[in-house]
């Protein structure tokens, strides 16, 4: 298994203490995690992109490209760019910027994302959400892979005269992957084009993901791709991790902050049914409890999806000194454990794209992780 840790960067107040931290502290906070991250192993860093709520996230290309001259290792993802909204040529040209910067360590997950307010925000119809995500990664594709394209579509002005965007993405096109919630749309439009798919794995009950993740396992074969390379990425649920000595600990200490947020957001079709802290560890993908406890969930998700990354987010309401405690007590007791369980070959040899970042210079290995100060016990 593989790590990642995603930030799509709400800047919420502390629902118990009213709290929140100024935006640019807020950003600043996403870049030293992302530090951190790479410090202690993770594989990949994801900033999530929206244009509706209380999120940061409007420009993820300019956070990612912060990140890029701030780390030397960890890949880079998007969680998601939300590709129905944005021009493909701008979002070629800006990510291929990043993958620049970071010497070939982005791969971009796209979606139609789950904000519908952002669709009249950007003077687009709600109804043309699929198609949208369809078109524009199709010539999103043919950018990066082709030069002197020529195009015409149905959502914005054709390209007579053959275009070749730049920069150039640093060795080869990035790995598109596609974030899959609601909808087989995604995971059919990811088995079409033989490229893997991000489960959200948020806020519905497992069974219904695992429709979509049979879905496009079952296309992607009937497409002719190649299923050594149908690789899956999961999430963890809403609310973010949170790690004690016990699970009733974790539950005592970090329920009622993870119940408030839960009472507080009302989004018709993107709420929870997890409402309580104990109804989201029992049966929902929270990763709260002890770290024998969260290393069972990751792993018995795992032998229903078979998904070979999993993606994690910190309660980014608390305190960051208790964030980072929590970040490298996950990195230090659970990580091992499940990567041990559940290997994958995602970035190993046989991946096509594992050579795409260029090799870290001598003296950059993992550093050996300190010991929290203040860590949750």
């Given at each position: 298994m593989k790590f990642q840790l995603l930030d799509i960067i709400p800047h919420h107040r502390h629902p118990l203490t009213g709290e929140r931290v100024r935006p640019a502290d807020r950003l600043a906070q996403v870049i030293e995690t992302a530090q951190r991250a790479e410090d202690l192993g993770f594989?990949?860093?994801?900033?999530?992109?929206?244009?509706?709520?209380?999120?940061?996230?409007?420009?993820?290309?300019?956070?990612?490209?912060?990140?890029?001259?701030?780390?030397?290792?960890?890949?880079?993802?998007?969680?998601?760019t939300v590709l129905s909204v944005l021009d493909p040529v701008r979002?070629?040209?800006?990510?291929?910027?990043?993958d620049q910067l970071s010497r070939g360590r982005l791969e971009l997950?796209?979606?139609?994302?789950?904000?519908?307010?952002?669709?009249?925000?950007?003077?687009?119809?709600?109804?043309?959400?699929?198609?949208?995500?369809?078109?524009?990664?199709?010539?999103?594709?043919?950018?990066?892979?082709?030069?002197?394209?020529?195009?015409?579509?149905?959502?914005?002005?054709?390209?007579?005269?053959?275009?070749?965007?730049?920069?150039?993405?640093?060795?080869?096109?990035?790995?598109?992957?596609?974030?899959?919630?609601?909808?087989?749309?995604?995971?059919?439009?990811?088995?079409?084009?033989?490229?893997?798919?991000?489960?959200?794995?948020?806020?519905?009950?497992?069974e219904n993901y695992k429709v979509l993740i049979d879905h496009w396992r079952e296309q992607y074969a009937a497409h002719g791709h190649d299923p050594r390379h149908a690789y899956l990425g999961s999430g963890s649920g809403a609310g973010g991790i949170f790690i004690a000595d016990t699970t009733q600990e974790a539950k005592r200490r970090f329920g009622p902050v993870y119940e408030a947020l839960t009472a507080a957001r009302d989004v018709p079709g993107n709420n929870t049914p997890f409402r309580d802290i104990d109804h989201a560890v029992a049966e929902g993908p929270s990763l709260v409890g002890s770290p024998e406890q969260i290393v069972d969930k990751i792993l018995s998700y795992h032998e229903l999806y078979?998904?070979?990354?999993?993606?994690?987010?910190?309660?980014?309401?608390?305190?960051?000194?208790e964030q980072l405690a929590v970040l490298e007590r996950f990195a230090l007791d659970v990580v091992p454990a499940v990567r041990a369980a559940a290997p994958t070959t995602l970035w190993g040899d046989s991946d096509p794209y594992s050579g795409r970042p260029e090799a870290a210079p001598p003296g950059t290995e993992p550093?050996?992780?300190?010991?929290?100060q203040g860590a949750a016990s």
């Open positions: 594989d990949s860093f994801a900033v999530g992109e929206r244009h509706a709520g209380e999120f940061l996230s409007s420009s993820p290309a300019t956070v990612l490209a912060a990140i890029a001259v701030a780390t030397s290792r960890i890949r880079l993802h998007t969680g998601v979002a070629a040209e800006d990510y291929a910027t990043v997950t796209i979606g139609k994302g789950n904000e519908v307010l952002q669709y009249p925000l950007f003077g687009l119809d709600l109804a043309d959400q699929w198609d949208l995500l369809a078109e524009k990664h199709e010539l999103l594709r043919r950018l990066w892979h082709e030069e002197g394209v020529t195009w015409s579509g149905r959502f914005r002005p054709p390209l007579d005269q053959p275009t070749t965007t730049l920069p150039r993405p640093f060795a080869g096109p990035p790995r598109i992957w596609h974030g899959s919630a609601t909808s087989i749309a995604s995971a059919a439009l990811a088995a079409k084009w033989g490229e893997p798919l991000f489960t959200a794995n948020a806020i519905q009950p497992r078979g998904h070979d990354l999993q993606s994690v987010s910190l309660p980014t309401v608390l305190p960051f000194d550093l050996t992780p300190r010991t929290p």
